[in-house]
C-alpha cells in the first residue's frame, strides 16, 4: 500500500477520478458498474484516438473470454449515463472518445490506493467452511497487518496531533445504484463502523439512530455538523454489482469542509466485515488519535464471520432502525442461526425481542428469549459495551432496576465519556425515584453527544419534576417519530394545552397505532374530546392484554394509570400504580404531586401503594449512590 499523487480527467461537465473510481457530474456521482468505469477510463484517456473493438476488449477483460456483445451493452450504458452523445462509434473498427479531456496533476491531492483482495465468486455452504474460514481469516489478518504497518510509517497529510477529543458522525453510505436489494447497506454499514469505534476514549462517535434521519439524502455538510455538533463527518457511497462491491469513503474535516482522508475498496460483497475495520482503522489513524494498549486491541480484534450470517445481521439492524421489529428479528434469527459466535447479533437480537415485548405487547415469552440473547452476547464478550447497555435497559424494564445500576456504573468506571451508559443510567434513575440524578446524567450524556436517544426517548425526569417546559424543549423536533408526539401530547395535556395534546395524541395513534403508548395516547384524547367510555374502553382493552401476555415496561404501565385517573375511574388507576410499583418503577414523590393521578390518591389504598414505593425507592437510594 502507498500514498500516491494520481492524475483526474476533466471533459465538459464531468471529472473522472480512476484512483477513486469515481464519476462525477457537476459534482455529484454517477453510479457505473465496474467494467463501464473501466471501459470509460480507457477512452478518456486515449487521447481522442480511435480504438478498436479488440483492444477495448483486452485492456477491459485482460483475463478473461467475452463476446463483443458485453461491450455494446457497456458502450451503450455509457452513453445513458452520461447522458449526451460523447462516444463516437466507427463502423466496424472500433470507438472514440469526442471530447478534449484535460489531465490534471494536483500534488496537494493524494489517495490512499488500499489493497485489492480477489476472491472467487460462489456461496461458501456451512458444511464446507472449515477450509473458508481459514482462508478469510488469513486474508484478514493481512489486510490488518499490511494497513498497521503502512499507518505506522505514512502519517496522512494534513492531520494534526490530538489534543481532544475528536467528535465524528458517521453519515449512511449513499447508494449510488438506488437498488431496493441493496439499500440495506446503507444504514448498517455505517452503523458498524460506529460501533467498531465505540470504544475509542478520543472519539465521542454519534450514534446511529442520531444519523438515521440522513439516509437516502444529499446533505449540508455544515448543517449537519452543526446539528449534530461534530467537528468531523465521515461520508460514503457504495455501488454494488453482482458480487462485487465498491465502496468510498471521505473523512472530512466540518469547519474547512477539507478532506483528512479518503479511500476506495474494491472487494467481492461475502467480504463485507473487512469494512468496518479497515474504515474504523483509518479514521484513528487520519485523526491522529492515540489509542491505549486496551483500545488498540480491541480495535485490531477481528472477528471472523460467515457472510450470509452478517448480511442477514447487517439487514436486521436496518429493519430495527425503521422500526420494522417483526422483520429484524426473522433477519437477526437467521444470524445467528448461521454463526451463533457472533456477538453483535445477539445483543441486537435480546434489543429486538425487548422492543416488540414491551411495545407491541409480545410479552412474557420474548422477554425470555431477549434475556437468553443478553445473555449468550455477554458470554461470548463479557466487556462489550453494547451488550452490557442494552442489557441494563432491559433489567430497568423488567423491574430489576437494582441490577442494572451495577452494570452501567462498571461500564462507566472503564468508558466514563460514554453517552448511551450515562442516558441508561438516567433512565435507571428516574424508575427508582432519583429524579434529579436522572436529569444530571440524561444531561451529561446530551453534553456528551447532543443527539443521544434523539429519536426515541425522552428526558422524563423533567417532567416528572413538574418543569415541563424544559421538559418540551429537551424532545425532538420531529413530528413523525409516535414515540415522541404521545409525549408531547402528554406534557401539554398536564400544562393544560388540552387542544393542542389532542393533536398530538391523535397523530402518535395514525403514525403508529399498535404502539402502547399511543394507544395509552387514544384514551387520553377521548378524555379531551368528553368521550369517557371510549377512553375507558381504551384503557380496559390495553390492560386485558398487558395482563393476559404479562408485558413488564412498569413506566408505561403508570401511563394507563393516569389514563384510567383522568376518565374519572380512580380505582383502576391505583391497580395500575400497585402493577407498577411491584414491576419496578416507584418514583414516590412523583406519585405525590403527579396532577393526573388526583382521582386515585382520593382512593383509600393509594396510601398503602404509596407506602411501598417509598421503602422500595429508600433501599434504591442506599444501594445506588
Avoid at 434521519?213 to 467537528?231: N, P, S
Avoid at 393533536?503 to 395516547?521: N, Y
Wanted: hydrophobic content about 40%.
Amino acid at each position: 500500500m502507498s500514498l500516491e499523487t494520481k492524475p483526474f480527467y476533466e471533459f465538459d461537465e464531468f471529472r473522472l477520478d480512476p484512483a477513486e473510481q469515481l464519476l462525477l457530474r457537476n459534482n455529484q456521482p454517477i453510479p457505473l458498474s465496474p467494467k463501464s468505469f473501466d471501459l470509460l477510463t480507457v477512452l478518456a484517456t486515449s487521447g481522442g484516438k480511435l480504438i478498436s473493438k479488440d483492444e477495448l476488449l483486452r485492456q477491459v477483460w485482460p483475463d478473461s473470454f467475452v463476446e463483443e456483445a458485453n461491450l455494446t451493452v457497456n458502450i451503450s450504458t455509457l452513453r445513458k449515463a452520461l447522458g449526451c452523445e460523447l462516444i463516437e462509434t466507427v463502423p466496424k473498427r472500433g470507438y472514440r472518445f469526442l471530447p478534449k479531456v484535460r489531465e490534471i496533476r494536483d500534488p496537494d491531492i493524494t489517495t490512499v490506493a488500499p489493497p485489492v483482495v480477489a476472491v472467487s465468486p460462489g456461496q461458501h455452504s456451512v458444511s464446507d467452511s472449515k477450509r473458508w474460514w481459514l482462508i478469510a481469516g488469513a486474508v484478514a489478518l493481512l489486510l490488518l497487518a499490511m494497513a498497521a504497518a503502512w499507518m505506522l510509517r505514512t502519517p496522512l497529510r494534513g492531520a494534526a496531533p490530538s489534543t481532544s477529543a475528536h467528535r465524528l458522525a458517521v453519515l449512511p453510505f449513499q447508494n449510488l445504484k438506488k437498488d431496493d436489494a441493496s439499500d440495506f447497506l446503507g444504514y448498517s454499514l455505517a452503523d458498524a463502523v460506529i460501533t467498531k469505534l465505540d470504544t475509542v476514549g478520543d472519539l465521542r462517535v454519534r450514534p446511529s439512530y442520531a444519523v438515521a434521519r440522513y439516509r437516502d439524502q444529499t446533505v449540508d455538510m455544515k448543517k449537519v455538523a452543526a446539528d449534530l455538533k461534530v467537528d468531523t463527518l465521515l461520508t460514503g457511497s457504495f455501488l454494488r454489482d453482482g458480487d462485487d462491491l465498491r465502496i468510498h469513503c471521505q473523512l472530512i474535516d466540518a469547519a474547512t469542509e477539507n478532506i483528512v482522508w479518503k479511500g476506495a475498496f474494491d472487494l467481492k460483497y461475502d467480504k463485507l466485515l473487512n469494512v468496518q475495520d479497515t474504515v474504523a482503522r483509518q479514521i484513528v489513524h487520519g485523526l491522529s488519535v492515540q489509542l491505549s494498549p486496551s483500545e488498540n486491541e480491541k480495535l485490531a480484534r477481528q472477528q471472523i464471520v460467515n457472510p450470509v450470517a452478517y448480511e442477514y445481521f447487517l439487514r436486521g439492524l436496518d429493519l430495527y432502525a425503521k422500526s420494522d421489529y417483526p422483520t429484524a428479528i426473522k433477519m437477526l434469527e437467521q444470524s445467528v442461526a448461521l454463526d451463533a459466535n457472533y456477538t453483535p447479533a445477539w445483543a441486537n437480537l435480546g434489543r429486538t425481542y425487548t422492543a416488540i415485548a414491551s411495545f407491541d405487547l409480545g410479552g412474557k415469552e420474548l422477554y425470555q428469549k431477549a434475556e437468553s440473547a443478553f445473555e449468550r452476547a455477554l458470554k461470548l464478550e463479557p466487556s462489550d459495551i453494547e451488550s452490557t447497555v442494552y442489557l441494563a435497559n432491559f433489567l430497568s424494564d423488567t423491574g430489576r432496576v437494582e441490577q442494572a445500576v451495577p452494570l452501567l456504573k462498571k461500564a462507566l468506571a472503564a468508558n466514563p465519556n460514554h453517552a448511551e451508559v450515562h442516558w441508561e443510567l438516567g433512565y435507571a434513575y428516574r424508575f427508582g425515584g432519583m429524579l434529579r440524578e436522572s436529569v444530571r446524567e440524561s444531561e451529561r450524556a446530551r453534553e456528551l453527544d447532543p443527539g443521544v436517544k434523539l429519536n426515541s426517548s425522552a428526558m422524563n425526569g423533567y417532567l416528572y419534576l413538574g418543569e415541563y417546559d424544559r421538559f418540551l424543549a429537551s424532545l425532538p423536533a420531529q413530528d413523525d417519530v409516535a414515540f415522541v408526539a404521545f409525549y408531547k401530547g402528554l406534557a401539554k395535556y398536564v400544562a393544560g394545552s388540552r387542544t393542542a395534546a389532542l393533536e398530538d395524541f391523535t397523530r402518535a395513534g395514525r403514525l403508529q397505532p399498535k404502539l402502547l403508548h399511543a394507544r395509552i395516547g387514544m384514551a387520553f384524547a377521548a378524555s379531551i374530546a368528553g368521550k369517557r367510555e371510549d377512553g375507558l374502553r381504551i384503557a380496559r382493552d390495553i390492560e386485558r392484554e398487558i395482563r393476559a401476555r404479562d408485558v413488564k415496561d412498569p413506566e408505561a404501565v403508570y401511563k394507563i394509570g393516569e389514563a384510567y385517573s383522568v376518565l374519572g375511574d380512580g380505582i383502576s388507576a391505583v391497580r395500575m400504580l400497585k402493577s407498577s410499583v411491584e414491576g419496578g418503577f416507584f418514583p414516590a414523590e412523583y406519585f405525590v404531586r403527579d396532577p393526573l393521578m388526583e382521582n386515585a390518591r382520593r382512593v383509600p389504598e393509594f396510601a398503602t401503594v404509596l407506602q411501598s414505593a417509598r421503602q422500595r425507592e429508600q433501599s434504591f437510594a442506599r444501594t445506588a449512590q
